[in-house]
């Protein structure tokens, strides 16, 4: 099978004349088509293809994407796959001493590793010779389109994405062709995305959330995928929605957050939606509560990674409990299991319902990793038996309902308890004032850690026109919440307010920073 194939091909011989891409905002000299249709689309992918190839490029070589997030991205990371070339999405953001890392990171032994770069972000070595221009780019749409898609394997490389990372290098994650079987069980279990929808997804295509929610998945269901190229100003989404009639809506909490808080969307705005989707950190219940109030519209969470993609999520036809992330999405072999990995015997014994541990993704799954890229070390540990440690802790009833605690590697020690960040997020986010939180560890002396909490303040509410509340007083309320719903030892010693919270290049909050945020 050929991903692109698959995704676009398919689509090309059973709905020809359906509109599979629509570009949204100011017109583009490297695309200038701004509809296609699946026909056109297949067509212009092939051409793609057959440009790549005419270059030099062969089967199994990298391309790494230094593009901006616009159609020729989009057209050219399908194009590659096409080609049996494996692309290489990366941020339009990063430093040069980030290209090094990638252009370093990325060389190997069966292929040469190639650039396509736009005119205003140059790549590392602008001398190297294995370079595709922005004119390349355009120049191909207009070349003979290849015949057929390359015949690649269901196990053979598709496409590698890097991790984010924080506290060292990102790692690549080499994904197959097969991946794209892994994506079908989300669209029961989640987005429900079907023929006829046009889905609007206001994140970058460096991230494995875009790229299949906003391309691959409408795709699959042959609906219309829209692509805005634009300043994404979070005042802009609810009339590119209400304009464009868009019916799905894709984003992650931060962009729900900020739509709220500086374009006041309305019902009217979002009459053509029949729900929002969510992934990428958690949804907070006040966002959602929010959301659903001055829209109308359901807004349902994924939880996931890199590495495969969304496995649990609640959606419009399921019901899931308050304090669960979601519903483990049917066709997935996903248990829990004992944090410590020994003895061996019982190890790989998941373990019972509502019981903690974690969570962990059989390897027959189709839309799990071949491996991490040239990092043998790491994906030996990722793995225990057959089972994708995912290195989140959580546990799961017996209806397949998962409770998420956070991260194994954030889990606190509090006096010889273990607490989950998670837990007291949680808490805080349910006060009245507070926007976002974040707690952690945060080390005092060698020998002494403390609980911390961070948190951004919304606006004042009307209630306290005549008197505003002062911070001292916002905290005094906070600890007295804590000490009513928490016990003792999982109370933060140290509560700090802050005007944002730090985030890295994936729109995350990197809690490695939180030691150097500014106070108010």
Not at 423 to 430: H, P, R, V, Y
Not at 479 to 502: E, F, G
Request: hydrophobic share 35%; with cysteine; net charge neutral.
């Amino acid at each position: 099978m050929n991903l692109s194939k698959a995704a676009i091909g398919q689509q090309a011989h059973n709905i020809p004349a359906a509109l599979a891409l629509e570009i949204i905002g100011a017109p583009l000299k490297e695309c200038p088509q701004t509809q296609w249709t699946y026909a056109q689309l297949d067509c212009t992918i092939r051409a793609i293809a057959g440009g790549l190839i005419k270059k030099g490029m062969k089967p199994g070589d990298f391309l790494l994407l230094r593009l901006h997030s616009d159609a020729a991205f989009a057209l050219t990371f399908f194009g590659a796959i096409a080609a049996g070339l494996v692309p290489i999405p990366l941020s339009a953001h990063l430093t040069t001493s980030e290209l090094e890392f990638f252009a370093k990171d990325t060389k190997h032994h069966k292929g040469a590793t190639w650039w396509a770069c736009a005119r205003d972000l140059p790549c590392p070595d602008e001398t190297n010779p294995h370079v595709i221009t922005q004119a390349d780019i355009l120049a191909f749409m207009h070349e003979p389109p290849i015949t057929d898609y390359y015949e690649s394997q269901p196990n053979d490389p598709a496409y590698l994405i890097y991790t984010s990372g924080t506290t060292s290098h990102p790692k690549g994650v080499l994904h197959a062709h097969r991946t794209l079987q892994g994506r079908i069980p989300m669209q029961q279990g989640w987005h429900h995305i079907k023929h006829g929808d046009r889905v609007l997804h206001a994140g970058d295509f460096n991230w494995t959330y875009t790229l299949g929610v906003g391309l691959m998945d409408p795709w699959l269901q042959g609906a219309t995928a829209l692509i805005y190229h634009g300043e994404k100003s979070p005042s802009l989404w609810p009339n590119l929605i209400q304009t464009h009639q868009a019916t799905i809506f894709v984003a992650v909490p931060g962009v729900y957050r900020k739509i709220l808080k500086y374009s006041q969307p309305t019902k009217q705005h979002m009459a053509s939606l029949r729900h929002g989707l969510s992934a990428g950190e958690a949804l907070s219940k006040q966002v959602n509560t929010e959301w659903k109030t001055q829209t109308g519209c359901s807004l349902y969470e994924a939880m996931g990674q890199s590495e495969i993609s969304t496995y649990v999520s609640t959606a419009p036809n399921i019901t899931v409990p308050e304090q669960a992330k979601g519903r483990i999405q049917k066709g997935r072999r996903v248990v829990i299991l004992p944090l410590q990995p020994l003895p061996q015997d019982s190890a790989l014994t998941p373990l019972e319902p509502n019981q903690q541990g974690l969570i962990a993704i059989h390897n027959t799954d189709p839309g799990l990793m071949l491996s991490y890229w040239q990092r043998d070390k790491e994906q030996k540990q990722q793995f225990r038996g057959p089972w994708f440690i995912t290195g989140d802790i959580g546990s799961i009833d017996e209806e397949q309902n998962l409770t998420h605690f956070g991260r194994a590697d954030e889990i606190m020690n509090a006096g010889g308890y273990r607490v989950s960040p998670i837990e007291i997020e949680t808490l805080l986010l349910s006060h009245e004032y507070v926007q976002e939180a974040a707690v952690y560890e945060k080390q005092i002396r060698p020998d002494l850690s403390i609980i911390a909490a961070v948190i951004v303040l919304n606006k004042p509410t009307n209630k306290r026109k005549d008197h505003p509340i002062k911070n001292h007083e916002i905290k005094d309320q906070i600890m007295q919440l804590l000490t009513n719903q928490l016990a003792p030892y999982k109370h933060p010693k140290d509560l700090t307010i802050v005007t944002s919270l730090p985030r890295n290049k994936a729109g995350k909050v990197d809690k490695s920073q939180l030691f150097i945020q500014p106070t108010t």
